[in-house]
């Protein structure tokens, strides 16, 4: 198994300019989620997934969009990027909805000029 | 805004020494207490979880200490290594229940240090 796997590791984008990062998990997990991680403020929830077909918003999901066409993959959209989105994202899954162990994917580290 | 409160920021300790960590919650339904662990460059792992029916865990070194009354929990680190060196993050949620509160509510973390 894999896991839960991420890609880019590292983006610079110029401001306005649009990027999905990745995520997938091979768990067959039904529950996905995306997170940053900014330096004081923890982990924050941007948006996450009950299952194939279905997201919701977190805390922050301003300027981000997502979607689960398939239980494995569930990218994460930034439609104009904003220097505010310089950030380490983490996108996560687990077996339900506040069900047990959450796993991370290593992170994609982006950058916003 | 539901909150967990994590503290102390950070943490220096000396190789051996315990390390103890705090976290305080509002939403007395929530149900499940993990701690994470995070290393430089990497993502967050499970470290150790309780539930309220119990007062205290241990796994190892790592002990989580879960007061109800007071809505506190608490991670302490015996005999700790610079190998603990890491951010530690306290979340909670609700198990099993849909909607917002089903997702994990997380600290500000922690970043502890055991000098050798």
């Known amino acids: 198994n894999a896991g839960v796997t991420q890609t880019p590791k590292f983006q610079v984008l110029k401001t306005g300019q649009s990027m999905t990062l990745q995520c997938a998990q091979d768990?067959?997990?039904?529950?996905m989620s995306w997170y940053r991680q900014d330096p004081g403020m923890g982990l924050r929830l941007i948006h996450y997934?009950?299952?194939?077909?279905?997201?919701d918003q977190g805390e922050v999901p301003n300027g981000y969009n997502v979607s689960r066409s398939t239980t494995e993959d569930f990218p994460l959209r930034l439609l104009s990027a904003a220097p505010s989105q310089t950030s380490v994202y983490f996108c996560?899954?687990?077996?339900?909805?506040?069900?047990?162990?959450?796993?991370f994917g290593p992170g994609t580290r982006l950058t916003v000029l | 805004q539901q909150q967990v409160k994590q503290s102390p920021q950070s943490l220096i300790v000396q190789k051996g020494g315990i390390s103890i960590i705090n976290c305080a919650y509002e939403?007395?339904?929530?149900?499940?207490f993990p701690w994470y662990q995070q290393f430089p460059g990497k993502g967050p792992a499970l470290l150790i979880a309780?539930?309220?029916?119990?007062s205290e865990k241990k796994e190892g070194r790592f002990t989580i200490s879960f007061n109800k009354s007071a809505k506190q929990f608490s991670l302490h680190i015996m005999d700790s290594q610079p190998g603990d060196s890491a951010t530690y993050f306290c979340?909670?949620?609700?198990?099993?229940?849909?909607?917002?509160?089903?997702?994990?509510?997380f600290g500000k973390g922690t970043k502890l240090s055991v000098k050798p």
């Open positions: 996560a899954s687990s077996y339900g909805q506040g069900v047990g162990e959450q796993f």
């Open positions: 768990m067959n997990h039904e529950y």
């Open positions: 997934s009950v299952g194939a077909g279905i997201t």
């Open positions: 939403n007395t339904a929530f149900d499940y």
């Open positions: 309780i539930r309220p029916d119990v």
């Open positions: 979340a909670a949620s609700i198990m099993n229940y849909g909607g917002s509160q089903g997702n994990l509510i």
